[in-house]
C-alpha cells in the first residue's frame, strides 16, 4: 500500500511540469525592480525634460505643459523598451504590445507621483528650465518617484507583469 501511494504521490509531482504550461514568474528580486525602475526612470526623465522645455519655450500655461511632459514620458519609455525587445528580433507590432504592457502601470505611477510633487513644490512649475529651482525640484520629485515605484516593480514581476514581460523577450 505504501508503493501504491509513492507511486500516486511521483505522478502527481509530474503533473506540474506541462510542457504547454505558462512559465513561472521570475523570482522578484529587489535588484530586478531597481534595474526595470530605472529603465522607467530614463524614458520619464527624457519626457519631462523635454515637454518641460517645449511647454516652456512656447509659453505654454503649466497644466499644457505637464500634459507634454506627461505624454512625451510615455513615448519615451515605451520607445526604450521597444528598442530592447525589437533588438532581440521582436516584431515592432508586437515590440508596442509589449512595452505597454511593460511599462504602463510603472510609467503611470512614475508620472503621478513626479507632477504631485512639482505641482507641490513651492515655485518648481513658476520657475521655469532656465532657474536652478525647477531643476532641484525636478530631481527631487524624479528621486521620490524612484523610490516609491521601485516596490510596484517588484510587486508587479513578482506576478509576471511589468518588466518580467520584458525579461521574456530578450533574457535578462
Not at 510542457?19 to 524614458?43: D, F, R, Y
Request: net charge negative; proline share 3%; with cysteine.
Amino acid at each position: 500500500m505504501d508503493h501504491s501511494h509513492h507511486e500516486h504521490h511521483e505522478h502527481h509531482d509530474h503533473e506540474g511540469h506541462d510542457a504547454h504550461a505558462e512559465p513561472a514568474p521570475p523570482a522578484a528580486s529587489w535588484s530586478m525592480a531597481v534595474s526595470a525602475t530605472l529603465h522607467c526612470l530614463t524614458g520619464c526623465a527624457i519626457g519631462e525634460v523635454l515637454g518641460m522645455i517645449i511647454g516652456t519655450s512656447l509659453g505654454w500655461h503649466g497644466a499644457a505643459t505637464i500634459v507634454l511632459a506627461i505624454a512625451l514620458a510615455f513615448v519615451f519609455g515605451y520607445a526604450l523598451t521597444m528598442r530592447g525587445v525589437m533588438r532581440s528580433g521582436v516584431p515592432f507590432r508586437q515590440a508596442v504590445k509589449i512595452a505597454l504592457a511593460a511599462d504602463t502601470i510603472s510609467i503611470a505611477v512614475m508620472e503621478i507621483v513626479d507632477n504631485a510633487l512639482m505641482l507641490a513644490i513651492p515655485g518648481a512649475m513658476e520657475a521655469g528650465v532656465g532657474d536652478l529651482r525647477f531643476w532641484v525640484s525636478l530631481a527631487i520629485a524624479l528621486a521620490v518617484a524612484f523610490v516609491l515605484t521601485v516596490p510596484v516593480n517588484r510587486w508587479l514581476i513578482s506576478r509576471g507583469k511589468g518588466h518580467a514581460v520584458v525579461h521574456a523577450h530578450h533574457g535578462h
